[in-house]
């Protein structure tokens, strides 16, 4: 255990030197909050039948979308991990005496979260005093906040998890930029990332509850703004729990395979 | 052919403490400390010259390199080479000099090496005919044939670096700047780049300046060493004559038949020491060589004497010792 | 210029050495901009137009700033990636060099899997302006060259800037975004659908709308008046590039003063 939190804590104090970099992220993802709340309140200025989720809960989610990016996105790329994958360095992990699933598990979760604390509270503190009708609504009630917080680190575990395997699956193809991006871009569309998934149509919303992908970001940003409500949050956080469970486990008997072919092949 | 007068430059570094704390810290107030990198450099080099120029890591050769090559702009002082000042009109400067970064790849990595030469042949405008010729001459003397129609990606590091200074040498420069040419190359590849570069300047009349922290590049190559640490310059002269200045220290090597008790010996040190052999150092400034003998001669019963000249490299380090770098 | 195809031509040879990875990362670049239309598509499916643009009018916007930055980027690539360049010093060789910095770093990188970005706007272009929003006649033809040509430079312009700002810091880069992946998904849709201040901002300070949104008035006919200023509004796309290379050479000043 002492391991991985050190690996954690050197990963913040790295993502922390970044504070320039920190500031310009703020900047940037406010402004693209603001233009995506404009587009879709262009959308809703001449609509005549009602949406299924209101403006002010679409605004709720781009912002929560905008300041959790970092929890949510899921091509984070970490570069040394791909490297060491890559160039064969791998045998020096392998020599450490803690499981390489949970020490690279560290090391991501570290990095999100070392570039979300410097983001997500100033864009927080920011949205939630924006002049109406931009501003971030406080949520529906207590019981929704306790929710979204419990199903945002859940849904982080997630993202983390659903990551993993994407590395894991550089051993396989060695040459990782095409496949993943493939796979990130595709994954991020099934998490509501382009369009919020309330607003897409039946069929590709019945694909999207299906996988695990808007468990990670849809699902949290719903229950905040009181889309979901509280009975169905609770169901929805036990979903996640079972994806969890299921992703680690497929993950870790993946990365148990990879790096037995890794030892035979030498490198 | 280079004039280099009071040459200073002093850089801004950040400071950073470690612990999550002083990340924290760091977030709000920054600290910087200066960094003098070169402070009143200044010598002269003729043309035809190669010149080794030598100093620990982070003493400023790389800087002065690059004032030297126009990449960098000093705080105060003056260059000259061929009448040029490096750092104002740069591009038509450039073309007299070439510069090999010993670390680093001028050659695409993908492509055979002919494809990176030809693009260096209209980079630097050099007509056909004349590109021709230099190509033939460089490919005979550095032994390329078999290599230039190969990927960069599968060559050896000899091989490359071989290719690397060809690369550097196509538009025919005056002056050839090498940084650490020789690093990380076997023995065999070192021997073959040393050959070249005093061919090229023999034959060519190609001034060099060379920076290495292999000594073996000096004494083969260099006639003259400038030597500098922590931005200053600490020497600046003959090989030859630092030879003479440590020439008096000698290494003695004794060996002689068992004798359990340590030796002492007047006027030498002894620097290492067993019950069958010893050795010894002696500045024969100081001490006559005959008197160590005798005084050895009259506690054990010596079987065989080597007596050398420091190496080099020793002298060098003595050098640095000296100026306590 | 003919340097320049010189080094198009070797980075193509290069990057053709591994043939696999090309295809699967352009079919990667294919699949970027299809999910942002794919999403465009669902939104006028249900909401049907955005004050008063049809969905085929937003599609021939969206393939033209598209179609500018795949060209973008694939062409001043180096600029995108400078941090990079200078990071490993391979800055510093293009200083001992006799020619523009500006080349050599355009030189430096093309990036052609682009290629997939650019099939998709492509398509989504050729269906747009198959959909007869309006008489097409040669002259707008060549305005619709021009706004992606101008595009191109805008992109570009930006690139550079961002460059620069890597001879100061490497860090804060991410702000560059604003004006390149904001700047498109911005111009994506017709100007005139956001806030005063966004609009003024996109046609006075980076001319995004003078490239797209005021010259896709004339080519939808919708121009009240002489056509003229509309046609030749991408003008100003171009003279956005002269700012941008003074401020470039300013900062490689900067950096042979520094050498950080």
Not at chain 3, 218 to 232: A, E, H, I, S, V
Request: with cysteine; proline share 4%.
């Amino acid at each position: 255990m002492k391991a991985y939190i050190s690996v954690f804590k050197l990963r913040l104090t790295y993502g922390l030197q970044y504070r320039t970099a920190a500031l310009a992220g703020v900047a940037t993802q406010f402004f693209w909050g603001f233009i995506i709340i404009m587009v879709f309140e262009a959308f809703y200025s001449g609509t005549v039948t009602d949406p299924p989720i209101t403006l002010k809960q679409l605004i709720t989610y781009v912002w929560l979308q905008q300041a959790f990016l970092a929890f949510i996105m899921l091509w984070f790329r970490d570069n040394e991990l791909f490297q060491l994958i890559t160039s064969g360095n791998i045998a020096y992990e392998l020599c450490r005496p803690s499981g390489l699933y949970g020490l690279w598990y560290a090391k991501l979760l570290a990095q999100r979260l070392s570039s979300a604390l410097l983001r997500s509270l100033p864009i927080l503190a920011v949205a939630l005093l924006l002049p109406e009708p931009y501003r971030l609504p406080l949520p529906a009630d207590p019981a929704a906040f306790i929710m979204f917080v419990l199903a945002l680190l859940l849904g982080l575990f997630l993202i983390v998890s659903l990551s993993m395997l994407m590395y894991i699956s550089v051993f396989v193809t060695l040459s990782p930029a095409g496949s993943l991006l493939m796979f990130g871009v595709i994954g991020e569309f099934l998490a509501g990332m382009v369009i919020p998934v309330p607003l897409m149509p039946d069929w590709l919303q019945s694909i999207v509850y299906v996988l695990p992908f808007r468990w990670t970001a849809d699902f949290p940003f719903r229950v905040y703004s009181g889309h979901i409500g509280t009975g169905e949050a609770l169901i929805g956080i036990a979903i996640q729990i079972v994806w969890l469970a299921l992703l680690i486990t497929i993950g870790k008997l993946a990365m148990a395979r990879v790096l037995r072919n890794v030892v035979v092949n030498g490198g | 052919m280079i004039i280099v007068k009071g040459l200073s430059k002093a850089y801004q570094v950040a400071k950073r403490s470690p612990g999550v704390k002083e990340a924290m810290k760091a977030l709000f107030k920054r600290e910087y400390k200066v960094v003098e990198a070169l402070n009143d450099i200044s010598f002269t080099i003729e043309p035809g010259e190669i010149v080794g120029y030598i100093g620990p890591n982070g003493a400023g050769k790389s800087t002065t390199i690059k004032v030297m090559s126009g990449i960098l702009v000093p705080d105060v002082g003056t260059c000259t080479v061929m009448g040029f000042t490096p750092w104002k009109d740069r591009v038509q400067y450039v073309k007299h000099i070439g510069v090999v970064f010993g670390q680093r790849s001028q050659l695409w990595w993908d492509v055979p090496v002919i494809d990176s030469f030809e693009l260096l042949r209209d980079i630097y405008k050099v007509p056909e005919q004349e590109y021709q010729s230099t190509l033939a001459l460089l490919t005979e003397t550095l032994e390329l044939q078999e290599i230039i129609h190969m990927p960069v990606r599968q060559l050896s590091l000899g091989q490359r670096m071989r290719c690397e200074i060809a690369a550097s040498l196509l538009h025919s420069p005056s002056v050839l700047f090498l940084d650490e040419p020789t690093i990380g190359l076997d023995a065999v590849s070192k021997i073959a780049v040393r050959r070249f570069i005093r061919t090229i300047n023999e034959e060519k009349g190609v001034t060099v300046i060379l920076t290495t922290h292999d000594m073996n590049d000096i004494e083969a190559l260099a006639n003259r060493i400038i030597l500098i640490g922590k931005g200053k310059l600490l020497y600046d002269g003959s090989l030859s004559a630092i030879r003479s200045q440590f020439g008096t220290l000698k290494t003695m090597t004794v060996v002689y038949s068992h004798h359990a008790e340590p030796l002492k010996v007047e006027g030498a040190v002894i620097e290492s020491w067993t019950t069958e052999r010893a050795v010894l150092s002696v500045d024969t400034a100081q001490t006559v060589i005959s008197e160590v003998l005798i005084s050895l001669s009259q506690q054990v019963e010596i079987l065989d004497v080597a007596i050398d000249t420091l190496p080099i490299e020793d002298m060098i380090i003595q050098l640095y010792k000296e100026h306590q770098l | 210029m003919k340097l320049y195809g010189k080094y198009i031509e070797i980075l193509f040879k290069s990057q053709m050495q591994y043939r696999t990875s090309f295809w699967l990362l352009a079919f990667g670049q294919f699949l970027i901009p299809f999910s942002v239309f794919a999403g465009l598509y669902f939104m006028f499916e249900r909401f049907g137009q955005i004050k008063g643009w049809e969905f085929s009018e937003v599609a021939l916007c969206f393939s033209i700033i598209h179609m500018s930055y795949a060209l973008s980027e694939c062409f001043a690539r180096g600029f995108d990636s400078f941090s990079a360049l200078v990071g490993n010093g391979d800055f510093d060789r293009f200083l001992v060099r006799p020619r523009s910095t500006v080349l050599q770093v355009l030189g430096s990188k093309f990036e052609f899997s682009r290629v997939g970005k650019l099939v998709q706007s492509i398509i989504v272009l050729g269906w747009a302006v198959s959909q007869q929003l309006a008489d097409w006649t040669m002259l707008k033809g060549l305005v619709l060259l021009f706004m992606i040509v101008s595009g191109v430079f805008i992109f570009t312009g930006i690139f550079i800037l961002a460059a620069t700002m890597c001879f100061w810091t490497v860090q804060g880069l991410e702000i560059a975004n604003i004006f390149t992946d904001g700047g498109r998904e911005m111009a994506q849709y017709p100007l005139n659908i956001y806030q005063k201040w966004v609009t003024r901002f996109f046609t006075f300070i980076i001319p995004f709308g003078c490239v797209n949104y005021l010259p896709l008035l004339y080519l939808l006919d919708k121009t009240t008046g002489n056509p003229l200023p509309y046609m030749l509004a991408p003008i100003a796309g171009i003279l956005f590039i002269v700012p941008c290379l003074l401020v470039w050479h300013v900062g490689v000043r900067h950096y042979r003063s520094t050498g950080s």
